[in-house]
């Protein structure tokens, strides 16, 4: 039995690497040392948006304004996409196409200066300047499911004089491609996740790659 340890032991010393010792957890699942925590998110994320717990839409849309700049802003009276707001938007073009499940909405807004049928006109076609460079950029049109005008009406900066922040649009998640009858996964957020759950896997490096074939060729052995 002694003999048998202290060749355990000099093949743990010679076959592994500093980074990782494969013989440290006897205790634990085979493998168990690939884990970084992160495996069991995806499934975890899912059987929480199934049992109502959390919503797919919350997670993608903040998930969205997080990665990507949501807002993009208009000169005074104008529709026109600037420089800025087409960098910002060719941005949201490249994130919305990752998401081939996904659908979004896009919000126009003006400030407080002008009438308010006409600051809801202007918010419109704002919405539709964002829309169509979105199409042009890739996006399917269908998939923009609607474009909504709040006017003047939720301004950020509250004063009744011209505010850039306030002349924008918002671009949100608003559901599924494909989702009705009020199911709200209805598969799409299951795609999401198992497409990214598989993204997510990386190559060993090939230290711990050569540790492991020697450990496999000593148990043949």
Not at 107 to 126: C, P
Not at 169 to 176: H, K, Q, Y
């Amino acid at each position: 039995m002694r003999a048998l340890c202290l060749s355990l032991a000099a093949l743990a010393a010679a076959g592994c690497t500093q980074e990782t010792n494969y013989f440290t957890s006897f205790d634990q699942p085979a493998g168990a040392f690939l884990d970084s925590g992160n495996f069991g998110n995806p499934t975890m994320n899912n059987m929480l948006v199934q049992t109502g717990q959390i919503s797919p839409l919350t997670g993608l849309n903040n998930r969205f304004s997080t990665e990507v700049e949501s807002t993009v802003t208009f000169a005074f009276d104008s529709a026109v996409l600037d420089a800025t707001a087409r960098t910002i938007l060719a941005r949201q073009a490249h994130w919305i196409r990752q998401f081939p499940e996904v659908a979004f909405r896009v919000y126009g807004h003006t400030d407080l200066v002008g009438s308010e049928a006409y600051n809801k006109r202007l918010g419109l076609r704002r919405a539709h300047a964002v829309v169509n460079f979105l199409v042009a950029h890739g996006v399917s049109r269908s998939r923009l499911q609607a474009v909504v005008s709040f006017g003047e009406t939720q301004p950020l900066i509250v004063t009744q004089g011209r505010a850039r922040a306030n002349r924008r649009t918002v671009t949100e998640v608003s559901g599924f491609v494909g989702a009705g009858s009020g199911r709200v996964l209805n598969g799409k957020y299951a795609e999401v996740i198992f497409r990214e759950y598989v993204e997510s896997a990386t190559e060993l490096p090939v230290s711990e790659q050569d540790g492991l074939a020697e450990i496999a060729a000593a148990a043949d052995g």
